[in-house]
């Protein structure tokens, strides 16, 4: 399978706790994005990378978010010291030069 | 403020009819607008883009249509079918990184 590749599927953890997630792009896109989305909303714009450059992240994302594309890869969003709130589907997409996202199937996160 | 608004009601079409979608947004000059498909506990799926320059889109039964005067964009599904039923989600590109989705349209297609 050579679409964007997400994990864990799913993930439980108690309030507290940090959580990391892992996205793995189509090979040959240099961008890569996170996203965000809750139940009947769309999905909610957190993070933008072009290769391993960090060139957009969203006000939303407090200080207990952290995203790294450590060598134009593979890339890890981290939540520290989780809260209920947290609970939300995480997408990673991709793309090439193009505009259009290739998504991935999301990580579920809730917390307890 | 800028807005992205879409049906928040569901769309219920009987099979082989017309499905009609309505993408509207505010304060916004988009270069782009895309619309994605999007099923349970799944991540989106593109499906078209259409840029500001052009009026209308078409792929094989769906066509999208751009009206930046209106600040709306129309998505049809011709000849719909049950496995049509999704939610559709429209998302604007404004010429930079950021792409803003709406809430999106669940279309419900009945045989």
């Known amino acids: 399978d050579t679409g964007v590749s997400q994990n864990p599927r799913h993930k439980i953890t108690k309030r507290g706790q940090n959580v990391t997630f892992r996205c793995d792009p189509i090979s040959e896109h240099n961008r890569l994005y996170w996203y965000r989305q809750t139940l009947g909303q769309g999905p909610e714009f957190l993070t933008y990378f072009q290769n391993e450059a960090q060139l957009e992240k969203s006000r939303l994302l407090s200080d207990r978010f952290s995203a790294e594309r450590p060598k134009g890869s593979f890339s890890t969003l981290e939540i520290q010291r989780t809260e209920q709130g947290d609970s939300a589907m995480y997408l990673c997409a991709s793309s090439p030069l193009n505009p259009e996202a290739f998504f991935g199937q999301g990580t579920r996160l809730t917390v307890v | 403020s800028q807005k992205i608004e879409q049906n928040s009601e569901a769309l219920n079409i009987q099979e082989g009819k017309t499905a009609t979608l309505t993408c509207n947004y505010t304060n916004y000059s988009p270069a782009y607008l895309q619309w994605y498909r999007q099923d349970p506990g799944r991540g989106p799926v593109f499906l078209l883009l259409i840029r500001e320059n052009e009026k209308e889109k078409r792929k094989e039964r769906l066509k999208v249509t751009f009206d930046t005067t209106l600040k709306q964009s129309l998505f049809h599904i011709t000849a719909s079918q049950p496995a049509d039923s999704a939610t559709y989600l429209c998302?604007?590109?404004?010429?930079?990184?950021?792409?803003?989705f709406g809430a999106g349209t669940r279309l419900f297609v009945k045989a």
């Open positions: 998302a604007l590109n404004t010429g930079g990184f950021k792409t803003i």
